[in-house]
């Protein structure tokens, strides 16, 4: 399909390269839909709900989202660069990111419990008072993001690059992370590492 129409529910289509960048789409309901090489950039999403779908290579940027609802999708190799997240209410289950572009992108207030952010780019990304518990961070670069009263408890960072995690005011138990990128802990308490000679 090229194209997307407001307040209409669609079952099984696949959108292929539609451009909605910088349009308003209200209403709209989408289930079991893939979206291959959409542009959305600078879009308004509002009162819209994915269910069990998949975006592939989709421009993204600067979306705004209000009142949308997310719900077991998945996010492939695409631009989710700007986006506040604030604006979806129903993000439950399963929602991956694999090898996305989320750069200041920003998480406050809600659950993200369980879902995986692998490969990703989220340099000056926010993340403030989310529950990330069990959340995958696998082979992701984190290059000043920014994690304020989260709960990160068996959060899995193996793999994971450029992090800085203020443990006085994150869970961080039972979170999993590798060498090197974890001494960057040892910040927390003042701890300063020398070359053994």
């Known amino acids: 399909m090229k194209k997307i129409e407001q307040g209409k529910t669609y079952n099984r289509k696949t959108f292929s390269k539609v451009n909605v960048s910088q349009q308003t789409i209200t209403g709209s309901e989408f289930e079991e839909c893939t979206f291959v090489s959409c542009n959305f950039s600078e879009a308004m999403l509002e ?15 600067l979306v705004k989202l209000s009142d949308v609802s997310i719900i077991d999708t998945v996010f492939q190799d695409c631009i989710l660069q700007g986006i506040d997240f604030t604006g979806v209410t129903g993000i439950t289950r399963s929602m991956d990111f694999t090898g ?37 961070f696998s082979k992701s670069t984190l290059k000043g993001t920014r994690f304020e009263q989260c709960d990160m408890r068996k959060a899995n960072f193996v793999g ?22 974890a001494t960057t802990l040892l910040k927390n308490f003042g701890i300063e590492l020398v070359p053994h000679s």
């Open 100 to 136: 996305c572009k989320l750069s200041y992108a920003l998480f406050s207030e809600i659950d993200m419990s369980g879902k995986k952010f692998t490969d990703c780019d989220l340099k000056d990304a926010s993340f403030i008072e989310v529950d990330l518990q069990g959340a995958d």
């Open 160 to 181: 994971a690059k450029s992090y800085f995690i203020n443990t006085d005011i994150n869970k961080i138990a039972k979170a999993r992370f590798s060498m090197p990128e």
């Open 47 to 61: 009162q819209c709900k994915f269910v069990d779908c998949t975006f592939k290579k989709c421009n993204m940027r």
